[in-house]
């Protein structure tokens, strides 16, 4: 494998000028003779100090890339990155001179964990790329970005723990396996204490050894090399593994030429009562001129197989990892590969067989950083598609040698991330680590809602076992009066009656089980109750409204040339609101009216803005569903006529006049001509589908103002409406981070505690269409951003039947991610102008239980 003795280098007596010296040449040609030569036999750490070396003594000769990348080979990933800051600090996006190593510091930028960073290089060095194979390679890298950029890097539910040092040294460890009863681990290091020189073939910590650990109580116990039957002196050992029943250990023997691996066998020591007995390479699958590298036994078609990895021909780009059958007397068949199912260009390395799945390391696919570990399951004839274990197994360096044991719980891989124990840089080296996975459980959460999807915060679920489809053994109960989650642990093998209750409505049932389960899983199940009818209030004293009937809200008045809702509008809005919670099918057109100055146009617009003020105030304190609640903009076109309620209100009305420019300016005053001027800019609303009447109370509607005939306030002097639990604002240093902007078009404007919730900030949140022909659709995007402290998700987004949506809602949100919401507005079923509102809720609730609520708007002129 490309990595599998990387930390050779460092045993390597750090001599310079190895290279053999240049007649008549100066100094710097010495040295950096002796760096080119040790690079070209993948000497990395002898090139790196020639390099450095030659660029001390004269810091104007080219070498920082080349400084940089040694640094990537011996994966020092915050050295490389360093270094190549300096070069591209310098370089412009069009220069296609150091366009190799703008590939290679995307790829440190990247097992740096600065995605965004890397991805700008990757795209960059694109553009000048005229090599196939590393435009392959950089559009992987770029998936792994797109793939993993967001993904929170501690998701795993197993938990990853580095062994102690009676294992894990400052050098590398490698291809952990676990002893049959799990009392013994065997790995390969170099376990040196010094730099000393390779070629002391005396010195055994000169080359790569098999080791054994014991565990007992007290944790593992202070490792060994096994004897000369298998680690042979002068050679290398190394990527030990064992058969099903213990009694065989296979592993390689390594020749290798500086860093080079040039020959590689792979061995099998049988074991006996005083030990393993010496090492014979295994017959059919060792052939010159080939490497076999880590064997890991397993099983294919009803029968023995040894799996290995090799650069032999006929494979799909890098190592590639085959299979052989076992024939018997210790003989292997014709190797075969395992296709590109597994297989891919790049290196595929560490398999590991277990249970039907094939576990192992790859590079030649979308990754996390390096080296990631995939598996693959075995269904009895053919591979399923790879896939990625995730973070926790995988970092954003080199993830590999992955192997479980037992019933499958416990494991161990190797990986050079940081935390780790190393020589010379953070991430140079490998360390093992282990894990235990959980047993098999099965957990059940229950979300209660109504049928308008808002969350009953009030309720009750039983959970009940039943055998036979009937009631069995006692069941349990949990109630809540603050929220509408409900979270039960439930017994395997067992089929469960689930019943929902919340006061005013239907309770729901559903029947749920763990039978047959093969895998821990959390079952998810939502109810939506309905709500039971409330008998309507006696006639007497009440006014029957017919269907499409305006009714003018007589409190929800605005100042001149503005939308904001006035404080006193607020008893109208929960006359509404208990309408329309009495009526749960009941959809509503709220039309607001300018008063009659002012350009048309713009009156308009500002009378469809009023009438989204009062249908987001519904939302957002009310509780009201978006899509039962459509707004219409008159503008100046239908002054009010007075009613009879009306003119009992105000004295200077009488029942039938009609609040035209003429009517107005005929009054005696300009304080009364005001206060006619403000009943025009009025809010009304009429029933457009649910019942075709309702019954209401007189005197809602006609609560008495403190002053009938009271005087208009100056638009000057009236602040904007701010709910009651808007925060305080607070005087912030400049130091200070600015907070997220919370806008009227979210159900968090105006609360106190918004610590903890994600926040989405939209590019915009009112759209302009303009003119649209009748018929025509129009397409555009509205673009947000997560500025809250936690992942968001969107669990439901809502619009008219004209509006179709396309959103990933199966995507969640990191802090700082953004995200696209695509809009197609179909125009065929439009009769006039409107303004289109679209409710996003998210699967966050706030700090009230709520779900979070964002809303966008788009307006249109139709053209017939």
Known sequence: MKYIFLAFFLSVLPTLLQAQPLAGASNEEKVLA?????????????????????????????????????????????AAVRNYTQVFRRSESSDTTNNIHRYHYARALKMDGQYDEARTYFEDFLLHNTDEKLEHFAKLELEGIRLYR???????????????????????????????????????????????????????????????????????????????EVNRPGVHSANPALSADGRRLYYNRIEMESNRIVAAKIYLSDVEDNGWKSGNPVSGINADGRLALQPAPGELFGGEVLFFVSDMDGGYGGRDIYYAPYLGDGRYGEPVNLGETINTVGDDDTPFYFDGTLYFSSNGRPTMGGFDIFYSAWNGSEWSAAENMGP????????????????????????????????????CCDDIYGFQVASLYANLVVGIFNEDKEPLTTGAVVLQPLVNDEPAGAGSQKSRDDGNRYDFGLELETAYSVIATSPGYFPDTVEVNTLGLEESKDIQHVFFLRKIPVPPPPTEFYDTIDIEEAITLENILYDFNKADIKPEAEPDLRVVQGLMEQYPDMVIELGSHTDSRGNADLNQKLSQRRAASARKWLIINGGISGPRIKTQGY?????????????????????????????????????????AHELNRRTEFKILEGPTTIVLRRDVIERKMENKNRKAMPATSKAPFVPATAPAKVAQSPKQTEPPVITRFSSLYGQKDIEGLPILQFDKRELELGEVQKGDTRSFEYTFTNKGTVPAKVMLIQACDCTTIEHNDAKTYAPGESGTIKITFDSKDKDEDETITIDIYLEQNDKKDLPILEMVEYSFKLVK
């Open 34 to 78: 002796a760096a080119d030569s040790a690079r070209r036999t993948n000497n990395w750490f002898v090139a790196l100090e020639n390099y450095e070396t030659a660029y001390d003594q004269n810091d104007d000769l080219p070498l920082r890339p080349e400084i940089a990348l040694m640094n990537l080979k011996l994966r020092d990933i915050k």
């Open 635 to 675: 503008g100046k076109t239908v002054p009010q006529t007075v009613s009879a309620r009306l003119a009992e209100r105000v004295d200077f009305l009488n029942e039938g006049d009609v609040l035209t420019d003429a009517f107005i300016n005929a009054l005696p005053d300009k304080e009364t001509q005001e206060r």
């Open 150 to 228: 967001d993904v929170p890097k501690e998701t795993s539910e197993v938990a990853l723990e580095g062994l102690d040092r009676k294992v894990n040294s400052s050098f590398s460890e490698y291809s952990p396996v676990l002893s049959g009863d799990g009392s013994t681990l065997f790995f390969s290091t170099w376990q040196a204490t010094a730099a000393v020189p390779q070629t002391d073939a005396n010195d055994e910590k000169s080359f790569s050894r098999i080791f054994m650990s014991t565990r007992d109580d007290k944790g593992w116990g202070k490792s060994a090399a096994l004897g000369k």
């Open 392 to 427: 926790g197994f995988n970092s954003t360096v080199d993830d590999q040698s992955l192997s479980v044991f037992g019933d499958g719980l416990v494991g161990f891989i190797t990986s050079n991330r940081e935390g780790g124990r190393s020589v010379k840089s953070k991430t």
